[in-house]
């Protein structure tokens, strides 16, 4: 009795696994839907980097670049010591004192 309960569990066990090899793969579908969706997004991902970069070409062309002394007085006033200005800008600290000082007044 106990050989033929477990010849019958073999058996059944080996039609399962027939079985589940023939089914459908779902997984196999989700996997293609992401990578399409995936593609997808990254080509619109680079179509608005190009326009990005496209209208900020656009509005540098029409204005000019700020002057030493713009420059300056808007890096002082969002907290930089006259030392790291001078550094950045590549300029004598006695320059960017004077156009400090000269803003300031």
Known sequence: MIEYTFV???SFA???LLISFFQKDSTKEVEEQVEQLTLSTMQ???EIKKRVKAIEEELLIGSEP???EQQ???LYKQGWTKEQIARKL???IDEVS???AR???
């Open 8 to 10: 019958g569990l073999v």
């Open 14 to 16: 080996a039609l399962l």
């Open 44 to 46: 619109q991902l680079y």
């Open 66 to 68: 700020f002057s030493n």
């Open 72 to 74: 300056i007085w808007n």
């Open 90 to 92: 590549n300029m004598p």
């Open 98 to 100: 004077i156009t400090i």
């Open 103 to 105: 803003n300031e007044r």
